[in-house]
């Protein structure tokens, strides 16, 4: 795909509550924190709290050991979550930050559709195929550390009136050490410019860190939304590939998307799949170097605004799923080239 929401540090387990989607919907009740009996927040609380020091310090064995069966008999993805994140929380400070408690003891056996509404102003959850029973969304924050995340677990109720979980997401809180709204901030200004692609990239990069997980919707998420469709570029699609052309040679890119897994500071990520010349050209080192600066050069040459809002490239030429080549370079260090004529960035026939 063309750009694609970062979603590297985005951890998703499929379990009993994520299924496939059926026809119709279930309004399932919801109550929310501040509608909790004391009773109903400490139990939930308490659970969470648990949950989140296991996974603070890398408890693997006593994680599983609270999830659902169905869940627990393929425990990988979250097995590797929880090890990927001890050592950016080992010395955080986990909140628990927002309960809800999510009632769907009478939706239909079979399961289908279930949409909470909670509280004012109304956040909404959906889920497909949801078995009968009750349900929790907890959203946890590991703060206090250079790299914040924020965690929400999603619990099922037994039928002795334990929490155990069913279903685990984790994203940072942070990139390149600013939040979500400081990234929706600046898309805005970008878009006031106008700088189409900066905008539109800042505006994805905010509603990554802004949005827990998939299935949760909010009037600010919703506005944040509207305010990215907006700035959509023209003639740049979300999937598929698109045709960049330099000035001796086009380039078809299949993904640009901002990182920050290459030294904490924002960069583009680019990947691009080399013709049969093109690979050619890529077992010598000069020539592979001189390839790929073009395809940043052309970039640059017609979206000059990403000078200055990344940091820097990162460019790779893939076949199918091994990288030929890659090279990184600050902004700064990319030399200007002359423009491609008009027109030359459209997206490839599919």
Same mark, same amino acid.
């Given at each position: 795909?063309?750009?694609?929401?970062?979603?590297?540090?985005?951890?998703?387990?499929?379990?009993?509550?994520?299924?496939?989607?059926?026809?119709?919907?279930?309004?399932?009740?919801?109550?929310?924190?501040?509608?909790?009996?004391?009773?109903?927040?400490?139990?939930?609380?308490?659970?969470?709290?648990?949950?989140?020091?296991?996974?603070?310090?890398?408890?693997?064995?006593?994680? #599983?050991?609270?999830?659902?069966?169905?869940?627990?008999?393929?425990?990988?993805?979250?097995?590797?979550?929880?090890?990927?994140?001890?050592?950016?929380?080992?010395?955080?400070?986990?909140?628990?930050?927002?309960?809800?408690?999510?009632?769907?003891?009478?939706?239909?056996?079979?399961?289908?559709?279930?949409?909470?509404?909670?509280?004012?102003?109304?956040?909404?959850?959906?889920?497909?195929?949801?078995?009968?029973?009750?349900?929790?969304?907890?959203?946890?924050?590991?703060?206090?550390?250079?790299?914040?995340?924020?965690?929400?677990?999603?619990?099922?109720?037994?039928?002795?009136?334990? /929490?155990?979980?069913?279903?685990?997401?984790?994203?940072?809180?942070?990139?390149?050490?600013?939040?979500?709204? /400081?990234? /929706?901030?600046?898309?805005?200004?970008?878009?006031?410019?106008?700088?189409?692609?900066?905008?539109?990239?800042?505006?994805?990069?905010?509603?990554?860190?802004?949005?827990?997980?998939?299935?949760?919707?909010?009037?600010?998420?919703?506005?944040?939304?509207?305010?990215?469709?907006?700035?959509?570029?023209?003639?740049?699609?979300?999937?598929?590939?698109?045709?960049?052309?330099?000035?001796?040679?086009?380039?078809?890119?299949?993904?640009?998307?901002?990182?920050?897994?290459?030294?904490?500071?924002?960069?583009?990520?680019?990947?691009?799949?080399?013709?049969?010349?093109?690979?050619?050209?890529?077992?010598?080192?000069?020539?592979?170097?001189?390839?790929?600066?073009?395809?940043?050069?052309?970039?640059?040459?017609?979206?000059?605004?990403? #000078?200055?809002?990344?940091?820097?490239?990162?460019? #790779?030429?893939?076949?199918?799923?091994?990288?030929?080549?890659?090279?990184?370079?600050?902004?700064?260090?990319?030399?200007?080239?002359?423009?491609?004529?008009?027109?030359?960035?459209?997206?490839?026939?599919?």
């Amino acid at each position: 795909m063309l750009l694609r929401l970062p979603r590297k540090e985005l951890v998703f387990t499929a379990v009993i509550v994520l299924i496939a989607a059926a026809p119709g919907a279930f309004g399932a009740s919801c109550t929310t924190q501040s509608q909790m009996t004391a009773a109903q927040r400490e139990s939930l609380s308490n659970a969470a709290h648990i949950m989140g020091m296991q996974i603070q310090v890398g408890d693997v064995q006593g994680l #599983r050991a609270i999830t659902l069966a169905s869940v627990a008999s393929d425990f990988g993805g979250i097995a590797d979550s929880v090890t990927r994140l001890k050592p950016l929380v080992q010395q955080a400070t986990i909140t628990v930050d927002d309960l809800y408690i999510l009632d769907a003891s009478s939706n239909p056996v079979s399961g289908s559709r279930a949409d909470f509404y909670c509280g004012s102003p109304v956040v909404v959850l959906n889920f497909d195929s949801l078995p009968q029973g009750v349900y929790a969304l907890v959203l946890l924050h590991a703060t206090g550390v250079q790299q914040p995340q924020q965690i929400s677990l999603i619990l099922a109720k037994t039928q002795d009136d334990h /929490w155990q979980l069913a279903g685990f997401f984790d994203k940072p809180m942070t990139e390149a050490g600013h939040d979500g709204l /400081w990234y /929706w901030v600046s898309a805005r200004k970008y878009a006031q410019r106008p700088s189409s692609w900066s905008a539109w990239l800042y505006y994805r990069q905010a509603e990554f860190l802004l949005d827990p997980f998939d299935s949760l919707s909010s009037p600010n998420l919703q506005k944040l939304q509207h305010e990215t469709d907006e700035v959509h570029p023209q003639g740049l699609p979300i999937s598929g590939s698109m045709t960049l052309s330099a000035p001796d040679q086009a380039f078809a890119v299949t993904s640009i998307e901002p990182t920050t897994q290459f030294g904490g500071a924002l960069d583009l990520e680019v990947h691009y799949t080399p013709d049969s010349a093109q690979a050619a050209e890529l077992r010598d080192p000069p020539q592979a170097r001189k390839q790929v600066t073009d395809v940043m050069q052309a970039l640059l040459s017609q979206h000059p605004d990403l #000078r200055d809002s990344f940091h820097g490239f990162w460019v #790779r030429a893939d076949q199918g799923t091994n990288s030929l080549f890659a090279l990184e370079l600050p902004m700064d260090s990319v030399a200007a080239n002359s423009a491609p004529p008009k027109g030359s960035v459209f997206p490839a026939q599919q």
